[in-house]
């Protein structure tokens, strides 16, 4: 890896440690949540798990709207990194709004309409023709909209508790746009994610 990635993860980790402490301070009373994903450039629907792996993390919360005994209505909001080995790296935000039926024995049945942000570096180095010559081109990132569709299953601990830890699977279809106008205006990926949402900020149990 080289010493520009190592220096964006470096300042992405710092990133990530500030917003918790944040949420820490400023959202006492909500989840955090995080998940691990594996990001894909693929169509939607057509594979699930692929190989090889492209990393990503995910980190974010949610804020309580609606919500009855089988019904959860909620927007959330995210900061996160992905990895594409070959293709790019980059750092992003998202806000979504969620849907949970919930039962009573856990289980969730979850699905998510988004819209985020994400600003993208090349994994390569870039060159830049210039007085008759290929020099090192410093790369600025570039700006791409990812409007999301997401699904997904999710299982509470602790079912009987409003505040209950949740582990769960999302299986998240997103499109890269612009991707390379005049070319290909647009991309699409999945992401995998495997997460946990807990209350680490809430002391007290909801009633």
Known sequence: MNNPIKKILKHWILILLFGAITMNHLWAQQPLTISFLNESTTIPYTTFLNAPVH?????????????????????????G?????KLFHGLFTNLELGFDYKTSFGLNLKTKIGLGYLHTFSTQQEFQFNEGAYKSKRDLGNSRAMPSVTTGIGFRLQPKKANSPEIFVLYQSWVEYPYSPGFIPLMSHTNVHLGVKLFPFNRKAKK
Do not use: A, C, D
């Open 81 to 85: 990194y992905l990895y594409h080995k």
């Open 55 to 79: 990393p990503g993390l995910q980190i974010g919360t949610e804020f309580n709207w609606k919500e009855s005994r089988h019904l959860h209505l909620y927007p959330s909001i995210s900061i």
